[in-house]
C-alpha cells in the first residue's frame, strides 16, 4: 500500500495508554492495527459500544475491542486506570478526540486514566500526506494537563489527517489561550 512504519515501541514499556491520532477515518483503525502488529504489540482499544452488534462484536472482541457506552456516565476512567493497575501487561489505544468528527475538544480521560495508573502516554501516530504510521513519542504525566498537553500538540502538530477538515489540533495549536475542556 505503500506505507511505512517509524520508530520503535519501547520494550521496557509494558503497561501504557497509547495515543492514537489524527483519527478521521476508518482507515485509521485498519492501519493502526497493521502498525500494531508490525511493532509486535497486543493493544487494547476502546470502541464506541453500538459497533459491538452483530456481526462485529465477535470480531471487535477479539481485536481487543473494550466496549463504551458513551451516553451514560459510567466511570470509564476508573475502570480502565484499575485494569491497568491490576494487570502484568496492557497496552491501551484511545483516541482523544473521541470521534472521527470534528470534534471541538479533545477528550481528558486518557490523561487522567493514566495519571491515576502511572504509565505513561506513547503517543502514535498516523500521517496521509507522509504515508507514514508509528510511534514517536512518550510523556509521563506530571498532574499538569496543560503543560503536559503542550508537549502532545507540539507532537501531533505536523500529522496530517485523512480528512484535515475533521482534525481539531490545528486549531487548538494556534490558539494557546483556548481552553481545554
Known sequence: MGWK?????PPEIKKCILIAAPHTSMWDFILGRLAFY??????????????FRFPFGGLL????GIPVNRGKKNNMVDYVAEQ?????????VITPE???????????????IALRANVPLVMAFIDYKKKEGGVGGILYPSGNFEEDFKTIEDFYSGCNAKYPEKYNLSEMYKDKHKKIV
Do not use: C, D, P, Q
Open 5 to 9: 512504519v517509524v520508530g520503535t515501541f
Open 38 to 51: 508490525r511493532f509486535g504489540i497486543k493493544v487494547k482499544f476502546l470502541i464506541k459500544v453500538e459497533l
Open 98 to 112: 473521541g470521534t472521527r468528527k470534528y470534534n471541538a475538544h479533545w477528550k481528558k480521560g486518557f490523561y487522567h
Open 61 to 64: 472482541k477479539s481485536l481487543g
Open 84 to 92: 491497568l493497575i491490576n494487570s502484568e501487561k496492557l497496552i491501551i
